[in-house]
């Protein structure tokens, strides 16, 4: 089953079946995962869960298991496919007179010349219709052949799915918010999408989270709490130090410069105009003393906006576990994803297992896991990126900016996977367009090569659009990586569901790269 267009009528007919549930190794997809699994769990399912990576793991696990697969398809299903008069226009009457047109050459010279005004009229307007058309046909076919991220949470669809039928409970409610915040937090919506799902999501916690916090209301240790908040835009700030929160968050590293010298006299300052002391930011958070803590978020902001981030905070939602156990939901992102990627097992099942037992409570030792390893990661892309800008290892290529990452490089294998391969690329960009003064550079996308394998001696690579506010989060990459591989016979291999990351062969790299400015110029 795929979660893109799950509805009820399609929950209904599965009920009584054994389910295959393929779910691809990303933050939300675990998600949605999660929340289907208590579905499941209510109704009795059986199920077969299988981890897919990539479009080779989606052949193999549907040849293994094609008994279960069922098409659950309706015949008045909307599928998106575009419609064949709006793709294919018949030739056959482009140039031909209509019938009736040609005049006897006896008829008066006034009735030809009407004819002859009226003839023309109707292959003008063919022609304008034609030239309308084919605009149409473009854009159709550019929105149906080209990879775009289309901004809907799985894990808010499969929660919709339970709510309708009056199914859902606090736990769903926190995974599809978890899935809503790794969406913001890898980049894949905008942030007006990001506002009015958090609208959407905001009326559900009030539902489930209605009760006034009074002694006669008290919580048990095994409940849930689900609050909206206003919160710091620092990675991991509540279970990290604030200084190593502010050096590694990709808003105050690139808004602040860290990676320069002038940079960190500049968060030295931030802290300075804050009052507060280096030895409280830089021992853990839960240390700090708590009068400090307690105007922490006002004080921030307040000389955030002499600082130029006026948007330091941002809209977002906490979870309680019991008694002391809180949570935002970017902290659950930062650590499922980082066990999704974990290097020290490097085994694609086994990680997906156990970042899918960290998004249940009853597992904090693997949420703690988490997020120290998410700890890691945000360090060294910081550091990558530091490297990166100061080296001058990003170069413009025409009609977009490159950047290789040599074997070597401190930290490298970690950007052999596409989640954390895809947050450098974000942070670098991020970074690089406040640190230039060519301003062409600040419009043009980024492509990323990094090592993969040695032994077979492949690169993966990545393209990402250029670092706008109004950025609409489209990726054309996909189609050119395709065409610049097909058109110098590079030995690639397409895999990711994501089409914008490819891996190549390391001896192709050079003619690959070639193709790709001349096909973009």
């Known amino acids: ?59 193999t696990a549907f040849l293994e298991h094609k008994e279960q697969v069922k098409l659950l398809i309706k015949q008045d299903d909307d599928l998106g496919v575009p419609a064949y008069d709006d793709l294919f226009r018949d030739e056959e009457d482009e140039n031909s007179e209509d019938s009736g047109n040609e005049s006897e050459g006896s008829e008066p010279s006034e009735k030809r010349r009407r004819f002859a005004e009226a003839a023309l009229e109707r292959r003008i307007d063919r022609r304008r219709q034609r030239r309308e058309w084919e605009e149409r046909r473009k854009e159709i076919l550019f929105e149906y052949e080209q990879y775009e991220y289309h901004g809907t949470s799985s894990a808010m669809v499969i929660f919709e799915l ?52 009074d002694e006669e209301n008290t919580l048990s240790i095994d409940c849930i709490r689900i609050s909206f908040d206003y919160d710091l835009r620092l990675a991991l700030y509540q279970h990290w130090s604030l200084y190593e929160s502010m050096c590694n ?12 010298i002038q940079g960190l006299k500049r968060l ?36 955030a906006n002499k600082f130029g981030m006026k948007d330091i905070r941002m809209q977002t939602f906490s979870v309680h576990f019991g008694f002391k156990n809180k949570f935002l939901a970017s902290d659950i992102v930062y650590s499922a994803a980082s066990l999704l990627e974990n290097l020290e097992k490097d085994n694609g099942n086994e990680n997906f297992i156990e970042a899918l037992d960290s998004l249940s409570r009853s597992n904090p030792d693997k949420l703690q896991q988490g997020l120290e390893l998410a700890k890691q990661q945000l360090r060294a892309i910081h550091q990558t990126v530091a490297s990166c800008i100061c080296t001058n290892l990003i170069v413009s290529q025409g009609p977009f900016l490159y950047c290789y990452l040599q074997e070597g490089t401190p930290d490298v294998k970690i950007y052999s996977k596409p989640i954390c391969l895809k947050l450098l690329c974000k ?69 990711h569901f994501d089409t914008s990351i490819i891996e190549l062969k390391t001896e192709d790299r050079s003619k690959f790269l070639d193709a790709l400015i001349s096909l973009l110029s």
């Open 1 to 59: 089953m795929f979660l893109s267009d799950f509805r009820k009528e399609f929950y209904d007919v599965i009920v009584n079946q054994r389910v295959l549930l393929l779910v691809a190794s990303d933050v939300d997809a675990l998600c949605a995962c999660k929340i289907l699994q208590a579905l499941f769990q209510c109704d009795h399912v059986q199920y077969t869960l299988v981890p897919v990576a990539g479009w080779q793991d989606l052949e």
């Open 162 to 213: 339970a709510w309708i039928m009056s199914k859902d409970s606090n736990d769903m409610l926190w995974w599809a918010i978890v899935g809503l915040t790794d969406q913001w937090v890898h980049d894949k919506i905008t942030h007006i999408k990001y506002v009015t799902d958090v609208g959407i999501v905001q009326r559900h916690v009030s539902r489930h989270n209605h009760r006034n916090e």
């Open 249 to 260: 968050s990709s808003y105050t590293y690139s808004n602040l410069k860290l990676w320069s």
């Open 268 to 303: 030295q300052e931030f802290l300075a105009d804050m009052g507060l002391p280096l030895k409280e930011v830089r021992q853990k958070f839960n240390s700090m003393d708590i009068s400090l803590k307690e105007n922490l978020q006002e004080m921030i902001e307040e000389s």
């Open 427 to 495: 942070h670098l960009l991020k970074c690089f367009v406040r640190s230039t003064k060519n301003k062409r550079c600040k419009v043009l996308p980024l492509v990323m090569a990094a090592p993969m394998d040695l032994e077979k001696g492949t690169v993966i690579v990545i393209g990402i659009p250029p670092e706008t506010e109004s950025s609409d989060k489209k990726n054309f990459f996909g189609k050119a990586f395709e065409k610049a591989a097909e058109s110098t016979s590079s030995r690639t291999l397409h895999d």
